[in-house]
């Protein structure tokens, strides 16, 4: 009986939507589905279920797709059914006395519709509500067993599945994509040992000190409670109310009044761990780390006007271009690496390493990269994915240990404890994407929406009736917590250096640009314009004054105030001086894709040069960047060869801040162009957003009416400025190319 249970579906419709976990187990084994990652074994290189998505079918290894399998559904060729399997009829009239007459209480059809409907929402995170996700893999590049024994980073070329959410933090689930904000960079890795989720930030430092002022930071930021305004923005009193009364949080504030805040996508923002974690080998050996993601894409941003213009004219911008990159196969990569210090080396620095505040300079601690992360394949389903992620920085794995960080101590209690009120119960780990490849075997029994069909009578630990199963691992392959000796009173408080608040503030801010320093100037500005409280303002710039007098001065003048005196230090100790450093910038970390995926729009009209437009879209296409005919309306222009050119989108639905560059064309077009504020306006957008501009011939004569200066300011050649007269066509696109590749010209920035 049970060798023919164990060959028979036990429910012969499941298996087409089911696979394998619809199967009686086998004696002695458990009701898990079996996956096909078991522990050791190599990750499958393709993808089992013909009953994908939209995702692109990913080249390389990605076995979180195998698991989910069981639980993909796809309707096509499929019968209309209710939730109980039964078929429907008729999906377009409730049941009802006479055609005209009121609706049965016993339409158990509609009834079962309606109220599914009802509950369709769940409550959104409390933070990080507005994010998008994407599957791929971490590979190793080596085996780093000396210091960790975390099974991911225990040989060169293993590959672990990932799947990583990126998010702002203040807006709400439907908010823009580029509002000033810090951003998510959450990876939840699918481990042989177990799931790993490293919850970071696209920024290495956090506002506060201590777990104990998170929601009060947090209910300063979202929307004031009396009118619930504004949405998804720190530019407002309460805000900076609050971290004016904060002195610990001016690093932060720094780097989230930096171009960080305004990234140009996803894929060109660094990631964080930002806490010091633990490592710890198999001999039991611990080293402090931190942990960064630094994306193959380089470090780009937008700037301010055009963020704030991307709001109306794309708010899923983020979002759309996370999806388009994957889609189309440019799969983004980051970079991992750990910044590895013993604990006698912590104790050498000028600053806490428990103190989430402070950085460790990268000149004091180099960067170890130890593998990449890949993401190549977009989720199936937003809310079954991306939305029911689970992210807590609970969840490590063997190798991996927390330190003493007290913003970490905390996070580690109030992960779990969100999941349970958005998520409905303490069984969310069972959410398909949540579920770790590694099996999962306790005695934790029941609950809300409990999957799991635990089979036998033992649900408890010593027993002899399960033959002492599921038994404890040991201390050799199971987790166990770094046995750290800490003698000390309990009390409330924080450390010395925690006090020295300014140092790092000034150090991230002497090693940014000129171009960058001003950013952050005009920032300071616009949000304190933005703050009604003139005491408020006052505070902020005597906060300023602790870390840099030029910029406490700038931002100063653009508020129509004086400096005031500086706001009272909390230590005497003397300020801990710091060389600057170079990788504080975000040019620094240009990229090595060059203009892959970088969007450029051709201006195109009747009477353009259809042979010149062909020809600069082609090439563009080649190198990987995405070409986009943009006209006046839709539907074909006649060229001056007696041609023709499908527009593939308007200026007034595509406008010029959805465009990394611009060409603009040679021919009778620019006549029809220069008659079209649109065009006006695109070319002066470009041009103030510091994108490079092709003009191609006549084309210069539309820049003219549009009022572009056609040098710098001084005089000298606008290197994003590139123009085909004198020249071949062909060199002037190869400048236009570099331009694109180095991405904005600020040299030219007026704002
Ligand atoms: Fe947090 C979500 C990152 C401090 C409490 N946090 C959340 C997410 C990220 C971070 C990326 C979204 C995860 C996802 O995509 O689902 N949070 C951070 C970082 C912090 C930080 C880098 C500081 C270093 N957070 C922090 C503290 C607390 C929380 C101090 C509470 C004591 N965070 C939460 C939360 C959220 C959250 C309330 C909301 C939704 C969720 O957890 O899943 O528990």
């Not at 005919?629 to 023709?644: F, I, M």
């Amino acid at each position: 009986g049970q060798q023919l249970a164990a060959a028979m579906p036990f429910n012969p419709n499941k298996p087409a939507e089911y696979g394998d976990a619809s199967r009686t187990p086998p004696a002695g084994a458990t009701a898990e589905p079996s996956t096909p990652l078991a522990t050791g074994s190599t990750p499958t290189e393709t993808i089992a279920s013909d009953k994908l998505g939209s995702g692109v079918p990913a080249p390389g290894a990605n076995p979180t797709v195998g698991p989910l399998d069981r639980v993909r559904v796809d309707g096509g060729g499929q019968r209309l059914t209710t939730n109980q399997g039964v078929p429907i009829a008729d999906n377009q009239h409730s049941l009802k006395i006479g055609l005209r007459g009121p609706t049965a209480m016993e339409d158990f059809i509609l009834r079962e519709k309606i109220t599914h409907f009802d509950h369709e929402r769940i409550p959104e995170r409390v933070v990080h509500a507005r994010g998008s996700a994407a599957h791929g893999y971490f590979e190793a590049y080596q085996d780093m067993s000396a210091v960790t024994r975390a099974s991911l980073f225990s040989q060169p070329g293993k590959r672990t599945p990932v799947f990583t959410r990126f998010s702002t933090v203040a807006g709400e689930r439907g908010s823009s994509d580029t509002v000033r904000d810090v951003r998510g960079f959450a990876v939840k890795f699918y481990t042989d040992e177990g799931n790993w989720d490293l919850v970071g930030n696209n920024m290495p430092v956090f506002f506060i000190q201590d777990a104990m002022k998170f929601p009060d930071l947090v209910h300063s930021v979202k929307p004031e409670p009396h009118h619930a305004m504004p949405q998804a923005s720190s530019a407002h009193d309460t805000f900076w109310d609050f971290v004016s009364l904060m002195p610990e949080s001016t690093h932060m504030l720094l780097w989230q009044m930096s171009d960080r805040a305004i990234p140009r996508s996803y894929r060109t923002m660094q990631g964080f761990g930002v806490h010091t974690f633990r490592l710890v080998n198999a001999a039991g050996a611990s080293v402090f780390c931190k942990f960064h993601w630094t994306p193959l894409q380089g470090t780009h941003s937008l700037v301010w006007d055009e963020a704030a213009k991307l709001v109306g004219a794309d708010p899923d911008y983020h979002r759309r271009d996370l999806w388009e990159a994957i889609d189309s196969g440019n799969f983004p990569e980051w970079e991992l690496a750990l910044q590895i210090f013993t604990e006698e080396q912590a104790e050498s620095f000028a600053f806490d390493v428990l103190d989430p505040t402070k950085i460790v300079p990268e000149e004091l601690v180099p960067l170890t990269p130890v593998g990449k992360m890949v993401l190549n394949r977009n989720p199936d389903n937003f809310f079954a994915e991306t939305e029911q992620v689970a992210f807590c920085t609970a969840h490590i794995v063997p190798g991996i240990d927390f330190s003493n960080d007290p913003l970490l101590q905390g996070r580690i209690h109030s992960y779990l404890d969100t999941q349970i009120s958005r998520l409905g119960g303490a069984n969310f780990h069972e959410i398909p994407v949540n579920s770790p490849i590694a099996p999962v075997h306790n005695n934790q029994r029941d609950g809300m929406h409990r999957q799991a069909i635990h089979r036998g009578r033992v649900s408890y630990e010593p027993n002899s009736l399960g033959g002492g199963c599921p038994f404890q691992a040991g201390m050799k392959s199971g987790f166990t917590s770094f046995p750290q000796t800490i003698s000390e009173d309990k009390v409330r408080g924080n450390p010395e250096l925690f006090a020295d608040h300014y140092s790092q503030a000034r150090l991230f801010f002497n090693s940014q640009s000129p171009v960058e320093q001003a950013h952050i100037a005009a920032a300071f500005r616009f949000e304190l314009t933005r703050v009604q409280t003139p005491a408020v303002r006052e505070r902020v710039l005597a906060t300023l004054a602790n870390v840099n007098p030029v910029l406490a001065g700038t931002v100063a003048d653009g508020l129509g105030m004086d400096v005031p005196a500086p706001l009272p230090l909390a230590t005497d100790r003397p300020m801990h001086e710091y060389e600057p450093s170079p990788a504080l910038s975000l040019l620094s970390r240009p990229g090595e894709t060059g203009i892959r995926t970088r969007k450029v729009a051709l201006l195109v009209a009747n009477g353009v040069d259809g042979a010149m437009v062909r020809a600069i879209y082609r090439s563009l296409l080649e190198d990987g960047a995405v070409p986009r005919l943009v006209g006046s309306q839709l539907g074909k222009v006649k060229t001056s060869d007696g041609g023709t050119l499908d527009v593939e989108i308007t200026l007034e639905a595509g406008p010029s801040v959805l465009y990394d560059a611009v060409v603009v064309p040679d021919g009778d077009a620019v006549t029809v162009l220069g008659r079209d504020a649109h065009a006006l306006d695109f070319v002066r957008e470009q041009y103030r957003h510091c994108k490079p501009i092709l003009v191609v011939g006549a084309g210069a004569g539309l820049l003219k009416k549009a009022g572009v200066p056609p040098a710098l300011p001084d005089g000298s050649a606008d290197p994003a400025l590139i123009g085909t007269e004198g020249g071949a066509l062909t060199a002037a696109l190869t400048a236009f190319k570099t331009a694109l590749a180095g991405h904005r010209s600020f040299a030219r920035e007026t704002d």
